[in-house]
């Protein structure tokens, strides 16, 4: 619990401080804000994360890493979908009804949670929707890149260049430090362990630069997909080399 619990309260304070800025220094607004905040959050697991930590870790690293996964992905869709649905303009009931709408909707979601029911239960989908599945899973990661390059088409404006160049900064640099921070000096209880070679991966992972999905997640919610796009894009060439700094400083720090 407690690897899980300095994970999460990481990424909820980065979350909430990409919020206030989006919200009070670059005057975003609604579904915007949410996916700003996001931006700021979401490291890119599937295309990075997880091919490296395995290749630098091998199989020992699969029990942290599915746990970052699957806590990370639902409790940052959450809070998108719970922000997005958000409305001002609206009644209490009216943004009660939208939020719960948003988390019951998101794609995204929706299959992190059908997977872990699926995964427990043992259930198992008969060949020909499998099949179809397995081709739209294959086809989902090259589509969505696809899509997001086009959007770099467009060269981001002046006034963009604060925005991206605050998430490249925060999801590069503040992100793993703070996630550093909280392992080394939160106090752990009673006879709780945490191992070196976890405390390292969640460093690692929380290094990378921002995921594709969010990309993804911008065009569902129709807010910030310009941006958004420009921020991945990025993060991603300057990721390569402070994610290389980052693996170099926790294999003198834990020996791993």
Known sequence: ???IIRYEVCT???FALAFLFAQYVFQLEGKSRAIFSLNASFPNYGFIGIPLVFLLFGDQAAIPVALILVFDAILLLSL???F???GGQYSSSQNLTFT???LATNPLLVSALAGLIFSFTGLELWHFPETTFNILAGAAAPTAL???GINLVEKPKPSDVREITFLALTKLIVHPILVFCLFMFWPLTGEEKIPDMWISVAVILASLPIAANAYALSEYYEG???KTSAAIFVSTIFG???VVAFIYLVSIKFGV
């Open 1 to 3: 619990p407690g690897f």
């Open 12 to 14: 909820l304070l980065i």
């Open 80 to 82: 998108v979908s719970i």
């Open 84 to 86: 997005s649905s958000y």
């Open 100 to 102: 719960i709408r948003s």
């Open 146 to 148: 696809f899509a997001l």
């Open 224 to 226: 910030y997909s310009r």
């Open 240 to 242: 390569s080399l402070t």
